[in-house]
């Protein structure tokens, strides 16, 4: 047992140690578009957490944090990045835009846009696949990655940066107790600081998310708890019938207890991880994004 849990710590050890080493870069070297000054906060970055090249799959994964667009939970990025690492997918995550910074839409949109496609421009560096590439949110996240599921497009091909050139359609999507609608149903303070304080209409349907899905949105693995209060189940099932109405596969797990915001629920080296964790790689697996 001793012999076991510390090859655990020196596995997470030397995973942490190589997330370490990464350091954030900023998506737009000359800045971002629509940027209200030079500060850290108006500076969209990702920072990339790579899989240890004797299991690493290819694949990768683009992650947002959740927090209300108003800051980023270090558990909904870090976390999991670290745990996707130990399967074999490299991840990035996502430092998008905030309103509680002065933002709104589309700066989330333009910033996890540029990600996916910062991505597949670097794809030989990192030794990964174009083709295998995702997006991950969690809350408020969720709800970034969802409008990339919705709102991509194939990218300027006529465009002198070879960033912009690339595709912004994610291959597949993890939503985790994620915001979805502007409607009824909506995290108020999700809205306020994403729309500002009196959207249009159609700004609101353009953002609820389940009103964009088209047989063209990529898979995705969605889950979320009965027992959320701050983002009610009903988002998660508003998608998920979406998707189930245009013939786009998914998986879907509603589970009974946890509350919002749980992320893992463990921390590395992530021995007991919530039952999503287990459910979602063997999704992965089937996604071919593990082995």
């Known amino acids: 047992m001793k012999i ?3 090859s655990a710590i020196l596995l997470f050890s030397l995973t942490l140690s190589r997330a370490q080493m990464q350091t954030a870069i900023p998506l737009w070297p000359n800045g971002a578009p629509g940027a ?6 108006d500076i969209p970055t990702l920072t990339p957490y790579l899989a240890d090249p004797t299991n690493a799959t290819g694949a990768a994964m683009v992650i ?3 927090g209300g667009y108003a800051h980023l939970a270090p558990h909904e990025g870090n ?5 996707l690492n130990q399967h074999g997918v490299t991840c990035f995550v996502l430092k998008y835009r905030l309103g509680s910074s002065g933002y709104h839409n589309p700066a989330m949109i333009e910033d996890a846009a540029r990600a996916v496609r910062w991505v597949r421009a670097h794809a030989d560096d990192y030794k990964i696949d174009t083709h295998h590439v ?8 969720g709800h970034l990655a969802a409008t990339l599921l919705t709102h991509f497009d194939a990218g300027d091909k006529n465009s002198t940066d070879v960033i912009e050139q690339q595709s912004s359609r994610p291959d597949l999507g993890i939503l985790c107790y994620a915001v979805i609608t502007m409607g009824e ?10 729309l500002g304080k009196n959207p249009s209409p159609e700004l609101v349907q353009n953002l609820s998310n389940e009103l964009q899905v088209t047989a063209n949105t990529p898979t995705c693995f969605l889950w979320t708890t009965y027992e959320d209060k701050t983002v009610p189940m009903e988002n998660t099932m508003l998608f998920a019938a979406a998707l189930r109405k245009n013939h786009v596969p998914f998986a879907l797990h509603i589970y009974e207890k946890g509350p919002h915001g749980m992320g ?8 007991n991880p919530h039952p999503w964790a287990g459910d979602c790689l063997f999704w992965l697996k089937e996604n071919k994004f593990v082995n």
Do not use: R
């Open 134 to 141: 995702g997006i991950m949110g969690s809350s408020a996240g």
């Open 36 to 41: 209200l000054g030079t500060n850290a906060n």
């Open 79 to 83: 976390d999991y990045a670290l745990w």
């Open 64 to 66: 947002c944090p959740g």
């Open 185 to 194: 149903f909506a995290h108020q303070g999700s809205k306020d600081n994403l």
């Open 264 to 271: 893992l629920k463990d921390k590395p080296p992530f021995a």
């Open 4 to 6: 076991f849990f510390a």
